[in-house]
């Protein structure tokens, strides 16, 4: 299984930037897949996922602010983020909590 992440960079606050993640080496869509976070000296966070059928939830801090969706077609979970925050600054990863896998992550700075 390999999953990598890419799409972050440095952003303004009130940005936004589109996060992607290619995976290979499992059935895709059949599974759920997730977006984690971990900020400079905090604990890796849940930020959004997305089950085979497309249901998604949400961390409370990014509801109604970020959209993940997934291109089964493609291998591929995406992470739009908009109106970013700079307490949105981490590196992302995406994983496939069914094989234990994650990707190496991206890191998103948001800064002025």
């Known amino acids: 299984v390999q999953l990598q992440a890419s799409g972050g960079g440095l952003v303004q606050p009130g940005g936004s930037l589109r996060l992607s993640c290619a995976a290979s080496g499992f059935t895709f869509s059949r599974y759920s897949m997730y977006w984690y976070r971990q900020a400079p000296g905090k604990q890796r966070q849940l930020v959004a996922s997305?089950?085979?059928?497309?249901?998604?939830n949400y961390a409370d801090s990014v509801k109604g602010r970020f959209t993940i969706s997934r291109d089964n077609a493609k291998y591929t979970v995406y992470l739009q983020m908009n109106s970013l925050k700079p307490d949105d600054t981490a590196v992302y990863f995406c994983a496939d909590l069914n094989t234990g896998s994650w990707g190496q992550g991206t890191l998103v700075t948001v800064s002025s």
């Open positions: 997305i089950t085979s059928t497309g249901n998604t």
